[in-house]
């Protein structure tokens, strides 16, 4: 059984920055490509950030690129998220999520469908 649980979001000013955590459990963490994904209202479930295994290859959304930062401690079985510079549109819930999977390319990386587990989610929002 794989467990992810995410933390550290909350209630952040416009060009402010949060660090969110997500700590797993029940596998070697080091076995999984690790992501962010966030999911607004009534849209659909967008990603954000990825990191490979080894933790030396990582992928971002154009939007998020050059605020946001993934990163994994694999000794502590915890993926992180800095996020700075945050802007009203980035209030939502954000997710980490664990996946098995290998590709000869990094496409993968950034579906949704392709990862095997999720965490509950964590609020961010960020106030003009």
């Known amino acids: 059984q794989v467990q992810l649980v995410e933390s550290g979001g909350g209630l952040v000013q416009a060009g402010g920055s949060l660090r969110l955590s997500c700590a797993v459990s029940g596998r070697t963490f080091g076995s999984y490509v690790m992501g962010w994904f966030r999911q607004a209202p009534g849209k659909e479930r967008e990603f954000v950030a990825a990191?490979?295994?080894?933790?030396?290859?990582?992928y971002y959304a154009d939007s998020v690129k050059g605020r946001f930062t993934i990163s994994r401690d694999n000794a502590k079985n915890t993926l992180y998220l800095q996020m700075n510079s945050l802007k009203p549109e980035d209030t939502t819930v954000y997710y980490c999520a664990a996946g098995a999977f290998y590709s000869d390319s990094d496409y993968y990386y950034y579906r949704p469908d392709k990862y095997d587990y999720w965490g509950q989610g964590t609020q961010v929002t960020v106030s003009s």
């Open positions: 990191i490979n295994r080894i933790g030396d290859s990582t």
